[in-house]
């Protein structure tokens, strides 16, 4: 089935089009997981931690990407909408050069400052120091192919070519997982290894789509030569601002939920939430994957003023979201055990906490997936400010409130409910925004 940006989206014609949307947002998760996976069954306690402190970290730096890509992709396919495709893929062009002479500069500044951030995440044993900067220096060196990675993302699907970023993404996960095997079971490299490791299979993620423009191809873009447009850089950056804070602000929440961990249940409560994160990111890849691949649909509909599309799409996307949400909730109960066993199994107290944690943490998908999916929803419209509102209060003065308050009533579960209590006051904000909105944008 050839689906178009143009078509009318039935749910079976919709699902297709998001489907590989969703498995590369999962692939592109294997780097942590796997890594995770590895070092805490081959390595020990404290690299396991190293990670689970600095991958937030890189994933903040990352996130230019996400701006970049989902910012980039509603501006191009407005564009194509609007009959101009000459100039959207010129603009394609331009976002990527300009995205990767930044990733460049923030990748040396990143290395160059690994010790004085490891100290500011909290570690102060020097087995753990050693191992933060080591993560973070190795991750830096592939930093801007895994920045162009999560920007060609949204590109590809743009594109019309969903399917070919999550074949790219398989490949990078692949090499990942392989050499993760080789360099830490076999070679017995430890932390270095799983650090190469991810390094190399993002340098893969990020160079295949770089390719794959450079040549001649049946997609609906390819790189073209460019002038600098700064007034269309900044639109970019304005309508993927909420992707820009959402990523951003995770990493500083997740900084925020380790310190609080730190103090209430130590490494071991690190380790869990650690444990916890991995198997989040799993089930938010449908979330997060049906928002990126969605986002371009509801692009170019707008950009052609087809308001009868934008209807459909905005009752199907609801539907879809809640009844994934009672999915992953239902999921999420039964198999807390088994998953969590996968990464702690070998103590029996650490797995018991991680279980716990989860079940008590995993209430907050039933409303989840509205918040994401409503803010990439405003981005796709152009509207970066909606958006931007939306992801900064749901993923960063919400977390930092209610993390700050409920561990101090409610002890440790205080912490697992903080992101359910942030995503219901999220939801009220998301409502909002989106039923008042519906006659200026006509869905």
């Not at 014609?13 to 969703?22: D, E, G, M, Q, Y």
């Not at 050693?130 to 993560?135: A, G, H, M, P, S």
């Not at 650690?274 to 449908?286: E, R, S, W």
């Not at 009752?315 to 999915?327: D, E, H, P």
Request: proline share 2%; with cysteine; hydrophobic share 55%.
């Amino acid at each position: 089935m050839n689906i178009q940006l143009s078509d009318h989206f039935t749910y079976k014609r919709l699902l297709r089009f998001v489907l590989p949307s969703i498995l590369m947002i999962m692939c592109t998760s294997v780097y942590s997981i796997v890594d995770g996976f590895f070092v805490s069954n081959f390595v020990g306690t404290t690299p396991f931690a190293a990670i689970n402190l600095t991958f937030p970290v890189l994933m903040a730096v990352a996130s230019i990407g996400f701006m970049a890509g989902t910012g980039g992709s509603a501006v191009v396919s407005k564009t194509m909408g609007e009959g101009n495709r000459e100039r959207a893929n010129e603009y394609f062009t331009m976002i990527i050069a300009a995205l990767f002479g930044g990733a460049v500069v923030l990748s040396v500044i990143g290395f160059i400052m690994a010790r004085p951030i490891t100290m500011a995440l909290g570690a102060m044993q020097e087995e753990l120091i050693r191992d933060c900067v080591l993560y973070i220096r190795i991750g830096f060196l592939s930093m801007p192919a895994f920045i162009l990675q999560f920007a060609f993302q949204s590109f590809f699907v743009a594109a019309q070519k969903p399917g070919l970023s999550l074949k790219a993404n398989v490949a990078a996960g692949i090499v990942n997982g392989i050499l993760d095997y080789v360099l830490i079971v076999i070679f017995h490299w430890g932390l270095a290894g799983a650090a190469i490791a991810t390094s190399a299979g993002q340098i893969v993620g990020g160079l295949i789509p770089v390719i794959y423009f450079m040549r001649k191809n049946d997609s609906l873009l390819q790189f073209k030569k460019f002038h600098m447009h700064m007034d269309v850089i900044g639109k970019v950056c304005i309508n993927g601002s909420s992707e820009m804070v959402t990523n951003l602000s995770s990493s500083i929440v997740n900084i925020l939920y380790n310190f609080q961990l730190m103090k209430l249940a130590g490494e071991d409560g690190i380790a869990a939430y650690g444990v916890i994160l991995y198997i989040n990111i799993i089930f938010m890849a449908i979330f997060m994957g049906y928002s990126i691949g969605s986002a371009p649909i509801v692009s170019y509909h707008y950009g052609a003023g087809n308001h009868t599309e934008l209807k459909n799409l905005f009752r199907k996307s609801l539907t879809f979201l809640m009844i994934s949400g009672v999915v992953l909730l239902a999921a999420s109960e039964v198999l807390a055990r088994p998953l969590s066993a996968i990464f702690v199994n070998y103590d029996a107290g650490l797995l018991e906490l991680t279980v716990h944690g989860f079940r008590i943490y995993s209430l907050a998908f039933l409303i989840m997936g509205i918040n994401v999916w409503g803010s990439s929803f405003f981005t796709a419209l152009n509207n970066g400010l909606v958006s931007a509102v939306i992801s900064f209060l749901r993923t960063l003065v919400f977390q930092i409130v209610v993390i700050s308050v409920l561990p101090l009533l409610f002890g440790v579960d205080g912490i697992w409910f903080s992101v359910v209590a942030a995503e219901g006051m999220a939801l009220f904000v998301t409502l909002g925004f989106l039923f008042t909105n519906r006659r200026k944008y006509h869905y």
